[in-house]
């Protein structure tokens, strides 16, 4: 994990459920960045300066995860987008750019809908607003396997659903990174937010989401399939999708790409297809299709 240190400390905010643990990086508008399921603020070190070249880039462990606290009882998806409110006001940011992927864009939905008046520009990485009609046995599986089966023979199942063949071949670094901070979680918190995640539903609340959105899925991601970035591409009132071909569901790490694409959103640049490609793709070429005039499409 040294490779990927970067020369900041961690800090700490006090909230009324518990001890969020966050840090902060870079100069600019402010970017909050929300993490996946069952890791922490760490998983973005390897890509972090990519994003402070143009913000002060802001990353917490979301409840539980990394080094913030968790109660032992119960929580949703719901609660963890209260929790980020509260962060919010802690920091007194009144306004901030938003990137979730997988269970932190959950997280990123269901606050940008509840509390739009904090989030200026949105992207949304290889994530859902519902995970399926059977989400609800799905998870409870996932969080029983998340209880019951050592954290190291999870392994092969994640890296295989997290990157592309290709990336794991050449970034051994990069995934070693990853599976350090899964390992490092603790059973009871990855059981807990399986739970959540397969109670969540936000479809009746897209509409309340009122910042430019962009959202993005890797066309190999099983976790969140294309499908699942299309219907927020759809239904939140200016917003956009992207499909990034021959990724899976960590696309924004795997790809320089993707990042750029989410820069340049954030930044609220127009930017086409070819100024978005890098020349150094991980895997395939990234390529998108993307509807910019979302309330044509509409209506």
């Known amino acids: 994990m040294a490779k990927f240190q970067i020369s900041t400390n961690r800090a700490t905010v006090d909230i009324p459920q518990g001890r969020i643990s966050y840090f902060r990086h870079g100069e600019g508008s402010p970017l909050v960045l929300l993490h996946s399921l069952a890791l922490s603020a760490d998983m973005w070190l390897p890509v972090i300066e990519d994003f402070t070249r ?42 901030v750019h938003l990137l979730g992927m997988s269970m932190g864009g959950c997280v990123a939905i269901s606050f940008a809908s509840r509390y739009p008046e904090y989030v200026d520009r949105l992207v949304l990485c290889d994530t859902t607003a519902y ?48 599976v350090d901070i899964f390992l490092r979680t603790k059973p009871q918190v990855h059981a807990q937010a399986s739970y959540a995640l397969g109670n969540f539903d936000n479809r ?22 294309p499908t699942m970035g299309e219907l927020l591409g759809r239904e939140i ?63």
């Open 54 to 95: 143009y913000f002060e880039v802001i990353a917490l462990d979301l409840r539980g995860h990394g080094m913030s606290t968790y109660d032992g009882n119960d929580f949703s998806v719901e609660d963890m987008a209260d929790d980020l409110k509260w962060f919010l006001d802690s920091l007194n940011l009144a306004k």
């Open 131 to 178: 995970y399926g009609d059977d989400a609800v046995q799905a998870w409870k599986g996932r969080a029983l396997t998340a209880l019951s089966k050592p954290r190291v023979m999870q392994i092969p199942f994640q890296t295989d659903r997290w990157f592309c063949d290709r990336f794991r071949r050449t970034n051994p670094e990069i995934v070693s990174h990853v």
């Open 204 to 225: 009746a609340k897209l509409s309340d989401i009122v910042s430019p959105t962009l959202a993005m899925t890797g066309d190999e991601d099983g976790a969140t399939p």
């Open 237 to 299: 009132p200016n917003a956009s999708f992207r499909l990034c071909r021959g990724l899976r569901h960590f696309a924004v790490v795997e790809s320089p790409s993707v990042r750029s694409a989410a820069i340049n959103h954030l930044l609220g640049i127009d930017a086409t297809l070819n100024e978005i490609v890098d020349a150094t793709p991980c895997c395939e070429a990234f390529g998108a299709y993307s509807d910019t005039n979302h309330q044509e499409k509409r209506s």
